[in-house]
């Protein structure tokens, strides 16, 4: 079988690694030249929405998946003409819009925060009137690790702010004064089944993950797998979804989903009977979904603009590193270090060790 891969960066590379012991092979279309996933298959260089070489890589490939949600709709609808592509096109469009997503989870039942669309500055003003400071401005679609956001404290910061990011639809959250981010790892099948991962401690510094931990028999994990579960199910959705949780007042309130596997669930690699990448084409191939069980304690840290000593972090037990094989560039990701021991106490001492090699 082989598989098309909309985007061609690291997790469309670790997508690969983990399919070809299934026998698969893999095509990336991603207009970089230096797109790190092409060293484990081919690279059809193109735009997203160049319908010429769409046409080619859904006329080379069994099916088609996608490795991050900047891609159009438009170009997911378009190949499905010709190819089967999963997660569809509906679930992508509504998850690369912030407003469309929230608005889903309004629907649903799902607890959010207070949010507004924002089309103008006069919106934005009314908007802070309605839900008050501080509040989180984003752009509806694009926006990630920190980028097309804005916190606004005070009024001060509201003037000027929709042109500060680009005069684009916006959404405005109000401010969640919540007590811990959290994720879920959930899959889901072309049957409907679904299995999810143990939801997963994150923290973030300036809006791009540094920490993932992996929790175990966390308090909340029936509620995320219902939150999940009635997403994936009104969307149809097939492959890896990732939720990410507000932890308030002894509750969960949905922050954001997105249509892929995720940053979070990379400790799975080491950390879980199956990792969300092989349950990813195990989904979109139609084969059975393997267990999402731990093994150990583990957790995973990103390294953002270098990658520290190959031969110092290697050094270190239970660590396994994963090297992106991109040029470095400040707030850039360009690998992480999976970690697996047997304890949490082993787990936050080898943490610890690891934290030592990254440049502050």
Request: charged residues 20%.
């Amino acid at each position: 079988m082989k598989i098309g891969v909309i985007g061609g960066g690291q997790l469309g590379r670790m997508m690969a690694m983990a399919g070809y012991p299934l026998g698969m092979q893999f095509a990336f279309l991603d207009p970089a030249p230096d797109a790190c996933a092409q060293v484990v298959g081919e690279h059809i260089r193109a735009d997203y929405s160049d319908q010429d070489h769409l046409r080619q890589l859904a006329d080379e490939v069994d099916l088609v998946t996608f490795e991050f949600e900047s891609v159009p709709a438009e170009t997911v609808a378009f190949l499905s003409q010709f190819v089967p592509v999963y997660p569809c096109a509906e679930a992508l469009r509504v998850a690369r819009d912030r407003w469309f997503e929230k608005s889903m989870f309004k629907d649903l039942g799902i607890p959010t925060p207070a949010f507004a669309d924002i089309q103008s500055q006069a919106d934005l003003d009314a908007a802070v009137a309605s839900i008050g400071l501080p509040a989180v401005m984003k752009t509806r679609t694009l926006g990630y690790d920190g980028k097309g956001q804005k916190v606004l404290r005070e009024a001060a910061d509201v003037a000027g702010a929709f042109a500060e990011l680009g005069s684009v639809p916006c959404i405005l959250e109000g401010f969640v004064p919540f007590s811990g981010e959290v994720s879920l790892i959930a899959v889901r099948g072309r049957d409907g089944e679904t299995r999810c991962y143990p939801l997963v401690h994150n923290t973030h510094e300036g809006g791009i993950l540094k920490l993932s931990i992996a929790s175990k028999q966390h308090p909340l994990q029936a509620l995320a797998e219902d939150y999940a579960g009635r997403v994936l199910d009104k969307l149809n959705y097939v492959g890896v979804l990732a939720f990410e949780f507000f932890e308030v007042d002894g509750g969960l309130k949905a922050n954001e989903i997105a249509p892929r596997v995720h940053n979070s669930g990379h400790w799975t690699i080491e950390g879980a009977e199956c990792s969300q990448f092989e349950n990813h084409l195990r989904a979109i191939a139609g084969l059975p979904l393997g267990s999402t069980a731990t093994v150990g304690e583990a957790a995973m840290l990103n390294f953002i603009g270098e990658v520290p000593d190959v031969s110092a972090v290697t050094a270190i037990d239970g660590c396994h590193l994963h090297h992106y094989g991109k040029a470095f560039k400040a707030g850039r990701k360009v690998g992480h270090a999976n970690l697996r021991c047997a304890d949490r106490a082993q787990l936050d001492s080898t943490i610890a060790a690891v934290q030592a090699l990254i440049k502050a």
